[in-house]
């Protein structure tokens, strides 16, 4: 805290540590050093690069079949008896998965598998 709100200094800075006395040795600072680990940002490249498509592909298709059956994720999601977020979620890309049973209980609200909920759908000409 920068002192009272009553006083006319205020805004003053304090002193944080007092200074070393003489012959005393200030304390170390941290010292960055090679860390042992591999770099998490270059594991989850190698290991979630393959698998991010898949998950956008059935995440189009998810998409297609809403907009093919006209179900909107409020009503569609009070039918089934789930969380709207839980499909907002999924649609956004906030979460990569619906929770165990969303899928089953959606699907058998728009009386369908669950696999063809998923399922990509060829482009009719």
Sequence with gaps: MLG???DRNRGAVIAAAPSPRPGQVPPATSVSRPCPRPNPQVLM???AG???LEIGEHREAFRAFMMARG???SQWAKMAGVPVGEILAYLTGRQRFFSPGVAERLA????VTGEEMF???PVQK
């Design 108 to 111: 058998h609200a728009a009386g």
């Design 50 to 52: 393959a698998r991010g």
């Design 71 to 73: 179900l909107r994720p």
């Design 119 to 121: 399922q990509r759908r």
């Design 45 to 47: 490249s190698e290991v």
């Design 4 to 6: 009272s709100p009553f």
